[in-house]
């Protein structure tokens, strides 16, 4: 039987409520398909500093490395906001964790499921079936680029510098997990970035550009300027497949592209490095404000485990099937309080578990 690791790491807030939905889901798939998790937990995040004074501790981060996928829940609350040492914070954690695994890679679907079309800000027709790869770079760019900060100017008044930067391997590195996705789905790579007045663009594009030639070509690839890319993906954003585009650009583009998804609480991601094992977390927070009521939705960490499926353990087609649950769960009418609209069925944490895990069979 094949044993796959994993490093389970709930977090704060409503982190273990929907993690506990996970498990449920990962127990049906060593039944379904006759694989073994073995499931190490571990705290990261605010619960980490409360009990290890570290918001990752190096253990935890050694046990997460060795695994084959990190399945993540969500860090922070305001039981921590006023902590001033930054490395203390929850989210150091989280932001170590990417930094020492070199996650490059962030993987944000921007999925419509059927029943939700309407609850897009855009009409039904331009979203409904709408399924979306984003590929970000996640750890060059402006973000991380030298020289940066705030310096007084000598004559008076300051300046605040970020540098915007990229090597050709960061860009090739991060345009072949772009390309090597888009032959898994439509096969078509839109690459965003400013060549029209960056020169780091520049770079980018003649390396994709290079890149797609040698060893892609069987991938259709677009340019597009990151602008023109922000208006369409409001004015027909079927149009896209896979969208390849650097940190910051990828940062305003995939939230967008987001919702017009419907809600945070359906919104997965996936970060990848070379190798190693893939972190896997949804996109929101810890939800203070709902956070030990189990009405959380279970949704965006139960899609977040089946990239982990699809990515790290060569489980497509049960990554398919998990998919194919929520989708069918939300068609019967289960909302919950974030989905929640007239004529549906609203359920709690728990009870969304339940409508997939009966979908599943
Ligand atoms: P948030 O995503 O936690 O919540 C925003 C709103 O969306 C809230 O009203 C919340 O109730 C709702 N929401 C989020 N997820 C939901 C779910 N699964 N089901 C139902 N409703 C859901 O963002 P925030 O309030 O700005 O931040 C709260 C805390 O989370 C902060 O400490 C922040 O730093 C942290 N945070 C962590 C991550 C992460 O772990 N990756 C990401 C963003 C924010």
Known sequence: MTTHNIMLLPGDGIGPEIMAQVRRVMAWVEGAYGVIFNVDEGLIGGCAYDAEGVPLSDETLAKAKASDAIVMGCVGGPKWDGKTDYDKRPEAGLLRLRKDLDLFANLR??????????????????????DILFVRELAGGVYFGEPRGIEELPGGGRIGINTQRYTDAEIIRISRVAF????????????????????????????????????????????????????????????????????LFGDILSDAAAMLTGSLGMLPSASLGDGGPGLYEPVHGSAPDIAGQGIANPIAAILSFAMALRYSLNMGDAADKVEAAVSEALAQGLRTGDLMSEGMTEVNTEGMGDGILKALG
């Open 180 to 247: 090597d996705m888009a032959r898994k789905r439509g096969g078509r790579v839109h690459s965003a970035e400013k060549a029209n007045v960056m020169e780091a663009g520049l770079l980018w594009r003649e390396e994709v550009t290079k890149l797609h030639a040698e060893e892609y070509s069987d991938v259709k690839l677009e340019h597009i300027l990151a602008d023109n890319c922000a208006m369409q993906l409001v004015k027909a954003p079927k149009q896209f497949d896979v969208i390849l585009t650097d940190n």
């Open 109 to 130: 679907p921007a999925m419509c499921f059927d029943a939700l079309a309407d609850a897009s800000s855009l009409k039904r027709d331009l979203v409904a079936g709408l």
